[in-house]
């Protein structure tokens, strides 16, 4: 019997971690295993899901679209391995994968008697296509929303009627059923279900889009940072930055470690307990090539140790 696989794809910073929380703590009974590929050495999405999956891999320093399509499909065959079965594996795909590469390993004949690729979901973030207009025509995002069975939209609050609107008109024209996940509940039957045309799904064809257009920087220190000189360091230094993440503590905010995100012009900070390592603050920055001058905040960064 064959283990179904759900790929769960998306722009950087679109809420696929979230969305997978959502979806592992949604009572299904499943036992399921997470396999993610953060771009970059420091796997936080990983530690985001630890908690909540069975069993959690994470696939790092690459794109399992391109250059570790190999250990995906060798993590593939561990998972598939472990005893009790797990009955469902999820792949959260970084949001500089091309699906189409994901797809072509998961349709391998070498697993094609021991994984079903039950459906693909694409994330898409509101507010940064209310913000960045232009995101919809980025080679990327057009992959990741065509090679998806369906959609879900967060991330809605605060966006106006009328990018809504072109929102919906740009889902509409992509040809995907859509769930809006901020005014209905998680479609968990959907995303554990065989999604719409799923069943007459071929190997992908065509150039991938690759991910050379990307730089990622990890950043580690083992003492707190002065919160307003980080703030300065991504204000001075954050062009053509797009996403960021990581954990870290502050000077002026003794005590809780904070989850940072950053998509975009968006940041916040939230308070968190369960982080596996000691280390105060690691962080991971991925941005345009050609525009993000990522030595320059490493070196901000640095100054801002306390």
């Excluded at 596996?276 to 603050?281: E, G, I, L, S, Y």
């Amino acid at each position: 019997m064959s283990t179904p696989v759900l790929l769960v794809t998306g722009f950087l910073g679109a809420g696929k971690t979230t969305a997978i929380n959502r979806l592992l703590a949604a009572g299904h009974g499943e036992r399921i295993a997470a396999i993610v590929n953060d771009f970059g050495a420091i796997n936080i999405d990983a530690e985001l899901l630890a908690e909540a999956s069975d069993t959690v891999i994470g696939l790092q320093n690459g794109c399992i679209c391109c250059s570790l399509q190999g250990d995906l499909l060798r993590t593939l065959r561990l998972v598939l391995d472990r005893t009790p079965r797990l009955e469902r594996i999820v792949i959260e795909a970084s949001g500089a994968a091309d699906p189409r590469g994901i797809v072509e390993t998961i349709m391998d004949p070498a697993l094609w008697d021991a994984v079903d690729l039950d459906a693909v979901v694409c994330l898409v973030d509101a507010a940064d296509l209310a913000m960045t207009p232009e995101r919809a025509r980025d080679p990327l995002w057009l992959a990741q929303m065509q090679f998806s069975d369906f959609a879900l939209i967060g991330k809605t609050e605060g966006v106006g009627a009328g990018d809504r609107a072109r929102l919906d008109m740009i889902c509409a024209a992509a040809g995907k059923p859509v769930f809006d996940i901020d005014a209905l509940p998680l479609p968990v039957e959907a995303m554990l279900g065989h999604a719409p045309g799923s069943a007459h799904r071929t190997v992908p064809t065509g150039p991938h889009v690759h991910a050379e257009r990307f730089v990622t920087v990890e950043w580690q220190a083992r003492a707190p940072l002065s919160l307003a000189a980080f703030q300065a360091a991504l204000e001075a230094h954050g062009r053509g930055l797009l996403r960021a993440k990581g954990f870290a503590t502050f000077i002026e905010r003794p005590g809780p470690r904070y989850l940072f995100q950053l998509v975009g012009q968006r940041a916040n900070f939230t308070p968190v307990t369960a982080v596996p390592d000691d280390t105060p603050c690691r962080l991971v920055f991925i941005g345009e090539r050609d525009r993000f001058a990522a030595q320059d905040l490493l070196d901000a960064l640095d100054r801002a140790r306390g």
